[in-house]
């Protein structure tokens, strides 16, 4: 049990009419905190961080969270609540039992992506500001993805390494360039609802109880960035840091049919989050996105 944080335990199990029993440290990325807590009422999982660092990060993953268990069938974890305690901000959320992966599985979770990307709304963006990792993210409304996605996506990013001396004039023009082609590449489609960080860490095969009783694994999906656009940005995600399964594209092409040589736009639909990547930590993800750049010039 981490003893200093036992007050922090104590006080949102009490805010949720929880008794506390104990806690467990379990992975929770590079931001956050982690803990599986133990109550009278079952287990939860709770995410902790600094409040004044990312002023109302978990605020907006909660209405992400909400939003996509309403437009989905695949599991989202279940919003307690969220809330500050001292200079430290939780998320409070059902904790999810881990179930086998298999075939089904990934077909599942084909058609839940699909049935995902169905929503969709009249422009591209979102309500209100939210994070992609530790990132803000800018989510004004627009008519047309190209704008959307150069001048919300990539160019305040480009901007950022700019100004940190990591890219010159010269690689911002060519992602200008990049920026002004967008809209001849993209197959013209609607804003679809989008989960935004789909990769590996940010699903699970999770254990439930069907409503005859049964045990069942489904695709469970959260910590989400979420605002409407491509639905390509999705998939192109999901292919950022190796390969989901091949079931899981053959069941969602099946479901909603992807626009032809989808797979050669993939690296402009991950030029997004290898600039994040870029600003965050550096490295090779720079030098990704120089290729990107000079590729689609």
Not at 66 to 89: E, F, N, W, Y
Not at 200 to 214: E, L, V
Not at 229 to 245: I, N, P
Request: net charge neutral; hydrophobic share 40%; charged share 20%.
């Amino acid at each position: 049990m981490n003893l200093l944080l036992k007050p922090l335990f104590i006080d949102v199990c009490k805010t949720h009419n929880l008794h506390f029993f104990k806690s467990e440290t379990v992975a929770g990325g590079d931001i956050n905190q982690a803990f599986k807590l133990i109550t009278n009422q079952g287990d939860f999982f709770l995410k902790v961080n600094s409040s004044p660092t990312y002023p109302q990060m978990f605020d907006k993953e909660s209405e992400g969270l909400t939003h996509l268990a309403k437009s989905t069938g695949m599991k989202v974890p279940a919003v307690i609540g969220c809330g500050i305690v001292g200079d430290r901000q939780y998320l409070l959320q059902e904790f999810l039992i881990p179930g086998q992966i298999s075939n089904r599985f990934w077909i599942l979770f084909g058609e839940g992506q699909a049935q995902l990307h169905g929503k969709t709304n009249d422009a591209f963006g979102w309500f209100t500001s939210n994070y992609i990792g530790s990132l803000k993210q800018q989510n004004n409304f627009m008519n047309l993805w190209d704008e959307f996605y150069g001048r919300q996506r990539i160019m305040p990013l480009v901007v950022t390494l700019f100004n940190k001396g990591v890219l010159d004039n010269k690689e911002v023009t060519l992602a200008e360039n990049v920026c002004k082609k967008l809209g001849s590449i993209f197959p013209n489609e609607p804003p679809a609802l989008l989960h935004g960080d789909l990769w590996s860490g940010n699903f699970m095969a999770a254990s439930i109880i069907n409503a005859d009783g049964k045990t069942a694994t489904v695709p469970a999906i959260f910590d989400p960035a979420v605002y409407y656009g491509h639905r390509e940005m999705d998939l192109g995600m999901t292919l950022l840091f190796g390969s989901f399964d091949q079931f899981f594209y053959e069941a969602y092409h099946a479901s909603y049919p992807l626009e032809k040589e989808w797979r050669l736009r993939v690296t402009l639909t991950q030029l997004y989050p290898l600039l994040v990547h870029a600003v965050l930590f550096g490295g090779s993800y720079i030098n990704r996105c120089r290729q990107i750049f000079q590729r689609w010039n």
